[in-house]
């Protein structure tokens, strides 16, 4: 292509992904509508270069009436590594962590949500120390350790929801059900570094 014409290619994406950040909380979309979305924005999430971090933040945020099912799959993918390593990275320390962590400094944010978000971010491999020069991973692993920190001060039902759920996370993908196993991208032999978060008992 020329470059005339990458330009153009590239601006197309970018007003499709405007859109559809845009109609997933539009009247038009229900909770059904949403999950669909979701799926697709998750799948090219790293093409996406930032674009739809605000609205996976919304949906994180959202109630169970409006975003459910989404939620529900959202959690499905992350339980069975169902990410792109690299998407994944940038999710979580762009979209997961932040809105962990701010959630547990609002009073008023839903506690049942902030326990679900607990076990979600339990699902994310916690950062890997930082390379020596990587700015990058060295914001990512300060804000992990943020968001635990933020966790256990918010109290002791969201802390234990976090180290509940990472510990029962490692038990399923070493052992799936068998109507999982296909569909299980996790590699049970590293369980560990998989779902590697840690968190001071």
């Given at each position: 292509?020329?470059?005339?014409?990458?330009?153009?290619?590239?601006?197309?994406h970018?007003?499709?992904?405007?859109?559809?950040?845009g109609y997933l909380?539009?009247?038009?979309?229900?909770?059904e509508?949403?999950?669909k979305?979701m799926?697709?924005m998750?799948?090219?999430y790293?093409?996406?270069?930032?674009?739809?971090n605000?609205?996976?933040?919304?949906?994180?945020?959202?109630?169970?009436?409006?975003?459910?099912?989404?939620?529900?799959?959202?959690h499905?993918?992350?339980?069975?590594c169902q990410?792109?390593a690299?998407?994944l990275?940038?999710?979580?320390?762009?979209?997961?962590?932040?809105?962990?962590?701010s959630a547990?400094?609002d009073?008023?944010?839903?506690?049942g949500?902030?326990?679900?978000?607990?076990?979600?971010a339990?699902?994310?491999?916690e950062?890997?120390?930082?390379?020596?020069?990587?700015?990058?991973?060295?914001?990512?692993?300060?804000?992990?350790?943020?968001?635990?920190?933020?966790l256990?001060?918010?109290?002791?039902?969201?802390q234990?929801?976090f180290?509940?759920?990472?510990?029962?996370?490692?038990r399923?993908r070493?052992?799936?059900?068998?109507?999982?196993?296909k569909?299980?991208?996790?590699?049970?032999?590293?369980?560990?570094?998989?779902?590697?978060?840690?968190?001071?008992?």
């Open positions: 292509m020329t470059s005339a014409e990458e330009d153009l290619l590239k601006q197309f970018a007003e499709r992904r405007r859109w559809l950040a909380f539009s009247r038009t979309c229900d909770s509508c949403r999950a979305l799926q697709a998750l799948s090219s790293g093409e996406a270069q930032g674009d739809y605000d609205v996976f933040k919304r949906l994180l945020a959202a109630s169970r009436g409006e975003a459910g099912i989404a939620l529900a799959q959202l499905a993918r992350l339980l069975w990410v792109d690299d998407d990275a940038e999710f979580r320390d762009s979209v997961l962590v932040p809105t962990v962590t547990c400094a009073p008023k944010f839903d506690a949500l902030l326990e679900d978000l607990a076990a979600m339990a699902l994310v491999s950062p890997s120390p930082a390379a020596s020069g990587d700015s990058a991973a060295a914001s990512g692993a300060v804000a992990w350790k943020q968001m635990v920190a933020a256990e001060k918010r109290g002791d039902r969201f234990k929801a180290i509940n759920r990472l510990a029962r996370a490692r399923e070493a052992n799936p059900p068998p109507m999982i196993k569909q299980n991208f996790c590699n049970a032999e590293d369980v560990d570094s998989t779902s590697g978060s840690k968190v001071d008992e």
